[in-house]
């Protein structure tokens, strides 16, 4: 018998996460139940196309995510992530709220929280350590 093994070498995927604050609030995103680490908390945000800068794509999936318009500032973390599903590197940007009404368009719930109240929710893994940096 003859075995072979099948070796798939996923190439990092670069993500950027908004960290949205306002009055000492902090948005997160919980993910739909039906996308991996589903129902999980994160900093909303996706992937990076390749036309893009990391700014242009975190003002489009905010857009996309959350109908809101943001104000992307300074970079304030940058983690990588991998299991046997994802490969990714996470860019973290602070940011502020411009305009728009948040409308939850892909995310099961969105929550205003202090620093304080991070540990009453179940983050995704890579934004758990970024945490602390805030």
């Known amino acids: 018998n003859n075995i072979f093994i099948k070796c798939i070498i996923m190439k990092s995927q670069d993500v950027v996460a908004a960290i949205i604050k306002k009055d000492g609030l902090y948005l997160i995103a919980q993910r739909n139940r039906d996308k991996y680490m589903?129902?999980?908390?994160?900093?909303?945000?996706?992937?990076?196309?390749s036309d893009e800068t990391f700014q242009e794509a975190l003002s489009r999936e905010i857009e996309e995510e959350l109908s809101i318009q943001i104000d992307v500032h300074e970079k304030i973390a940058q983690e990588k992530y991998k299991?046997?599903?994802?490969?990714?590197?996470?860019?973290?940007?602070?940011?502020?709220h411009k305009s728009g009404t948040?409308?939850?368009?892909?995310?099961?719930?969105?929550?205003?929280?202090?620093?304080?109240?991070?540990?009453?929710?179940?983050?995704?893994?890579?934004?758990g350590n970024v945490l602390s940096l805030l």
Do not use: M
Request: contains cysteine; glycine residues 8%.
């Open 38 to 49: 589903g129902q999980r908390w994160e900093f909303p945000g996706g992937k990076v196309e």
């Open 83 to 96: 299991d046997d599903k994802i490969n990714v590197t996470l860019h973290y940007y602070l940011c502020t």
């Open 102 to 127: 948040t409308r939850l368009n892909e995310h099961e719930n969105i929550a205003w929280v202090t620093k304080n109240n991070f540990a009453n929710y179940v983050f995704v893994e890579g934004d």
